[in-house]
């Protein structure tokens, strides 16, 4: 069982909303995706490959300089200009894990 499908499965088993609730039928100038069919399995797949990614990553972060290489890259990102919050609080896991909490 993938990693999105134990997810779906937990979140009905907290009772959580059904993403394919009965909603209004798309016009043909309504382009608006549908969150389960369209979305939802996109981020799940996006969620698995950030994982796998920070697990192959895993070595690296722990060599010296890691988290100052990680914290200047991040500090020259568009994301950092855009929404420096929010990418401060994305990046705690990885400084965390380079020794940088």
Not at 12 to 22: D, E, V
Not at 26 to 34: A, E, G, L, V
Not at 75 to 101: C, D, F
Request: proline share 8%; charged share 25%; net charge positive.
């Amino acid at each position: 069982m993938s990693r999105g499908a134990r997810r779906n499965s937990a979140w009905t088993n907290q009772g959580c909303a059904n993403f394919s609730a009965p909603r209004s039928k798309p016009t043909k100038s309504s382009s608006i995706p549908d969150l389960a069919r369209d979305i939802r399995p996109q981020l799940d797949r996006l969620a698995d490959e950030l994982l796998d990614a920070l697990r192959q990553a895993e070595p690296a972060l722990h060599r010296d300089g890691a988290a100052g290489a990680i914290q200047n890259a991040a500090s020259n990102s568009v994301m950092m200009q855009k929404y420096p919050e929010a990418t401060r609080i994305a990046l705690q896991p990885v400084a965390a894990r380079a020794g940088r909490p």
